[in-house]
């Protein structure tokens, strides 16, 4: 397989502390093991520390059988009894060919959507793509499969069965958090209301706003659709899991499709102001997803200084991006599904174990 090597540098003695990693063309990023009283985890690309973690990142090509490349991101994180490996896919958009709900004043930017927009570097369309997909997902042998969200472009009954059956195909553990253009039926308009694109997702897989699963000792909270903002009954149950999660000691992989701003720098907001005209983000000031009452305090309660979560998985930002969320917490986004690349996420015990 030929293999191309992302290069990261975290800090100026990075060189000098991995120099046999440069043989192998792997840069290293650095997780700090933050630990307080020995309970508290941590997984974070703040700054680097005398007893870092170390963090590579691999992109592999697509081989004959296999149509997607994989960007391999090794975490390390405290708490963990043992290493897990997670697939994330996120921003696919599903556009079935001449779906008959594609409202005919809207069949030319459908088109283009499926045609140019969301099409492979070697010409293949979402739709075709998650053909294979899924059956790929599971050669992998994965502990779970995470998927951030948009998986369809827009809902109908076309797009959600496809999306349903790949789902249904499946044989490793996964969760599905929408994002909005799962329940968008911007291009359905004549055919369906946005109630209608919700009842179709509902019957496509579970549908909870924030919903839990655990393998081994790791915990994963997904937040649906979280282009909406949280509801009472979301925080409630979001609050009740993450301190479950802290009497346990579980360290928390936290799943959403729009990223949260971080608290200790901007540089994502930046360089989605960059890429994507706006800061496409949950947060206050320049972010363009505000948070009210509800939500800041959902934000709060993920960020806070004794959280569990360690890691959150987004997408939406059709870019990929790891850095600090927290000072005890990393935040990355996924490569976007519809330019043929998935992350795996191996996350290992960290040094404090």
């Known amino acids: 397989m030929n293999q191309r090597t992302l290069r990261k540098k975290k800090n100026r003695t990075a060189g000098y502390l991995f120099p046999a990693v440069l043989f192998f063309y792997t840069v290293i990023l650095t997780f700090p093991a933050v630990t307080s009283a020995g309970d508290r985890m ?36 405290d708490g963990l009894d043992r290493t897990y490996r997670l ?11 001449d779906d008959p709900q594609v409202d005919p004043e809207c069949a ?26 899924p059956s790929q997902l599971d050669s992998m042998k994965a502990d779970m499969i995470l998927f951030a969200g948009d998986m369809v472009d827009f809902a109908t009954k076309a797009s959600t ?56 000792n790791l915990t994963i909270i997904g937040w649906d659709n979280n282009t909406a903002q949280m509801t009472k009954k979301g925080l409630r149950d979001l609050s009740a899991y993450l301190q479950e999660a802290k009497a346990e000691k579980s360290p928390v992989l936290f799943l959403c499709h729009v990223p949260l701003k971080g608290t200790v720098t901007d540089k994502l907001e930046q360089e989605s102001k960059q890429k994507n005209g706006r800061a496409l983000l949950w947060g206050d000031g320049g972010c363009y997803y505000r948070p009210d009452d509800t939500t800041k305090q959902a934000l709060d309660l993920i960020q806070a200084a004794d959280s569990p979560v360690v890691l959150e998985a987004s997408g939406h930002l059709h870019f990929p991006y790891s850095g600090p969320l927290t000072e005890t917490s990393t935040i990355i986004t996924a490569d976007p599904a519809f330019q043929n690349q998935i992350d795996e996420l191996v996350l290992v015990p960290g040094h404090s174990q």
């Open 161 to 216: 069965a496809s999306l349903k059956a790949g789902f249904d195909s499946l044989k490793t553990p996964w969760m599905y958090v929408r994002g909005d253009h799962d329940y968008a039926a911007w291009y359905s308009k004549a055919y369906e209301t946005q109630k209608d694109a919700i009842l179709l997702q509902k019957n496509t897989a579970p549908r909870k706003k924030v919903m839990r699963q655990k393998i081994g």
């Open 42 to 77: 941590s997984a974070s690309l703040f700054e680097a520390a005398a007893d870092s973690a170390q963090v590579s990142m691999i992109q592999t090509e697509p081989e004959p059988d296999q149509p997607v490349s994989v960007s391999k991101k090794t975490c390390s994180i």
């Open 108 to 133: 030319d930017i459908a088109e283009s959507r499926l045609n140019q927009m969301f099409r492979t570097p070697s010409g293949e369309s979402a739709f075709q793509l998650w053909q294979t997909l």
């Open 87 to 97: 697939l994330l896919v996120s921003d696919l958009h599903i556009i079935v060919p």
